[in-house]
């Protein structure tokens, strides 16, 4: 029961990843909903700043737990979810520090149809980033031990 105790390391991803992608969508779709409901920007933006700091140990630990497959078959489709994972990190502390500086400056670019759009961008790189991961998982078995009883 305790055998993910000697895999940790390769297991931090998948437990970490989650949080920022719940926390991203939910701080975009806000931002997107506080057009109505102007209440919602501050909601947004502190969801924004937790989710766009856990990108970083996101990304990470999926560097973390690439390195078992680096001289395998699989690391061209893994490089993939890598590199849009990479990049997207780095776009969303850009967002982050963006977002910052304009609430420094006594205005909130969440507030504008600028960061609407971005964060519609956002939502489709999660997306892309998330199908990705979800292939690696279930159509490679990457990082997948032992056999689902389920399945025939």
């Known amino acids: 029961m305790f055998d993910f105790v000697g895999n940790i390391l390769n ?3 998948p437990i970490i990843v989650h949080f920022p992608i719940a926390l991203l969508m939910v701080s975009f779709l806000l931002s997107i909903a506080a057009r109505w409901k102007p209440a919602w920007h501050e909601t947004s933006w502190m969801l924004l700043v937790i989710g766009g700091l856990a990108t970083i140990p996101a ?7 690439h390195a078992p497959y680096e001289e395998t078959a699989v690391i061209t489709v893994i490089e993939t979810h890598q590199f849009l994972g990479i990049i997207g ?8 520090i963006w977002r910052f500086r304009t609430r420094l400056a006594g205005h909130d670019a969440g507030q504008t ?37 389920l399945l025939p």
């Open 11 to 13: 297991d931090l991803h």
């Open 89 to 96: 990190t780095l776009f969303t502390v850009g967002v982050l």
């Open 113 to 149: 149809t600028a960061y609407l759009v971005v964060a519609v961008i956002g939502m489709a790189w999660l997306f892309v980033l998330g199908g990705t991961g979800g292939d690696l998982v279930y159509e490679y078995a990457i990082n997948v031990r032992g056999v689902n009883p």
């Open 59 to 65: 990304t990470i630990t999926g560097l973390i737990a």
